[in-house]
């Protein structure tokens, strides 16, 4: 009962008093040509009634960023992922290019259906795991540390080979019960304020909390540039801060909870165009 109480006053207390502005839901994001959707009506029995890009809910001066390549500052960091893919390394003597070829062609579509169940692993695995097994097991080379510099460059470049196409999950056969795991996660409350990803991103989305205009939470468009710290940020290190933000103890970057929640929340963002790299506040 006081936790109830409490985490209503907390949450009071985070949406505090500012104005609820709207998503500019006719706002269209075209890059380089290529409309984005950015929203669409939610399948039968999804959560939500529709389905938006958080790109909806930046400022015009962020929207204006991901429209155009060469203002989007991602891509100094997409470059350096490019020059990697091309960079012998690793006591095998060889390169991503090497076995892959072109990058265009053989990594169109798979961050698409990213996390995704690994037969051999028997596990789901982001593609961060399949870039590092490839590095190591393939490649003899050093796995890269999760959520650093070198990574997100290359989960970038290999992303942006799906930009334009929906985000498309199988959450079916063993993949089920990792869905099943994140979306527990999903709506369990954490921290001292006692809120659960849901209390924001499904219960509030379109408010304002402190400054920030809260989005639904999608990870369509990582990783993602961020103006507050002007670097890319993948998938789990957004979620480690959202959960931090209640003040809580959170899980590590490539762990198998953030993959399972990973799964969840990429299968809440289906249909929506991969953005990768996108450009957030
Ligand atoms: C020695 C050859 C080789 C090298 C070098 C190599 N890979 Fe791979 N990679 C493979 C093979 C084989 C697979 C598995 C293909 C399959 O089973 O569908 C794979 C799978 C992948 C996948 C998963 C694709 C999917 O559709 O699931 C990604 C992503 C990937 N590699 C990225 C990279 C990156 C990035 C590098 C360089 C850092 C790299 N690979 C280096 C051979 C290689
Ligand atoms: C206290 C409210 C709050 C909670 C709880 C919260 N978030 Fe967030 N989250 C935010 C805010 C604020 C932002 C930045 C504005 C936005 O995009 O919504 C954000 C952004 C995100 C983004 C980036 C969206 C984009 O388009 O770039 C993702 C993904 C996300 N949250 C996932 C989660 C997940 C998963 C959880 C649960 C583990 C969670 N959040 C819990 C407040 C919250």
Not at 118 to 145: G, H, T
Not at 170 to 180: H, K, M, R, T
Not at 182 to 198: I, N, P, V
Not at 246 to 268: I, K, N, P
Request: one cysteine or more.
């Amino acid at each position: 009962m006081l936790g109830k109480t409490f985490a209503a006053l907390a949450t009071a207390a985070l949406l505090l008093g500012a104005p609820a502005a709207q998503a500019d839901e006719n706002a269209s994001l075209v890059v380089n040509g290529q409309t984005m959707v950015t929203k669409l009506a939610a399948p039968k029995g999804h959560p939500l009634p529709e389905i938006l890009s958080g790109w909806l809910f930046r400022t015009d001066e962020t929207q204006a960023l991901q429209t155009d390549d060469f203002d989007n500052p991602s891509f100094i960091f997409v470059e350096a992922g490019l020059a990697a893919w091309k960079k012998v390394d690793g006591a095998a003597g060889k390169s991503c290019e090497s076995c892959h070829k072109d990058i265009q062609t053989s990594m169109k579509g798979v961050r698409a259906g990213m996390p995704k169940w690994n037969e051999k692993a028997k596990e789901v695995w982001s593609l961060e795991n399949y870039i590092n097994d490839c590095r190591e097991n393939r490649m003899q080379a050093k796995p890269w540390a999760w959520a650093k510099a070198e990574m997100d460059a290359m989960v970038a470049a290999v992303g942006l080979q799906s930009r334009g196409m929906p985000v498309k999950v199988d959450v079916s056969g063993p993949a089920a019960e990792w869905f099943n795991r994140g979306k527990d996660m999903y709506y369990t409350r954490y921290g001292q304020l006692e809120l659960s990803c849901a209390n924001c991103h499904e219960d509030h989305y379109g408010d304002m909390i402190r400054a920030d205009h809260l989005s639904q939470g999608q990870t369509n468009g990582f990783p993602t540039y961020r103006l507050k710290n002007t670097k890319l940020n993948s998938i789990h290190d957004r979620f480690k801060g959202c959960i931090r933000d209640t003040r809580a103890e959170t899980f590590a970057t490539g762990s198998a909870e953030f993959r399972a929640l990973e799964l969840y929340v990429a299968w809440r963002g289906q249909g929506l165009s991969v953005e990768t790299p996108s450009v957030r506040q």
